[in-house]
Nanobody, 122 residues
Framework: QVQLVESGGGLVQPGGSLKLSCAVS????????MGWYRRALGEERELVAS???????NYADCVKGRFTISRDNAKNAVYLFMNTMKPEDTAVYYC????????????????WGQGTQVTVSS
């Protein structure tokens, strides 16, 4: 089965930096768009950044200029470099991938990781 596993979450001070990684494993034929979402306590899940298979990225307004998303197609991995972090960045971050499985003939399917906690605090 396809599995997405996030890593790199933790505690960081305001103004600090953190790198999140997401590895996609399993029977994968091809991956289209990948991205990072987050859910803060008491709020809805929101898109942080996404990136196409060709490397075109989109960012939420609140993270533009601070966060950078990248991917390694050979490794089926996506990364989120978070800089100048703020307390409001505190949330559970989820990796997402739109892909086609190599084991079944279906259209594009969305898969999610289980999330990694990121806390920004002094």
């Amino acid at each position: 089965q396809v599995q997405l596993v996030e890593s790199g979450g933790g505690l960081v001070q305001p103004g600090g930096s953190l790198k999140l990684s997401c590895a996609v494993s399993g029977s994968i034929f091809t991956i289209n768009r990948m991205g990072w979402y987050r859910r803060a306590l008491g709020e809805e899940r929101e898109l942080v950044a996404s990136i196409t298979s060709g490397g075109s990225a989109n960012y939420a307004d609140c993270v533009k200029g601070r966060f950078t998303i990248s991917r390694d197609n050979a490794k089926n991995a996506v990364y989120l470099f978070m800089n100048t972090m703020k307390p409001e960045d505190t949330a559970v971050y989820y990796c997402n991938a739109l892909l086609k499985s190599s084991t079944v003939i279906v259209g594009w399917q969305a898969y999610w990781g289980q999330g990694t906690q990121v806390t920004v605090s002094s």
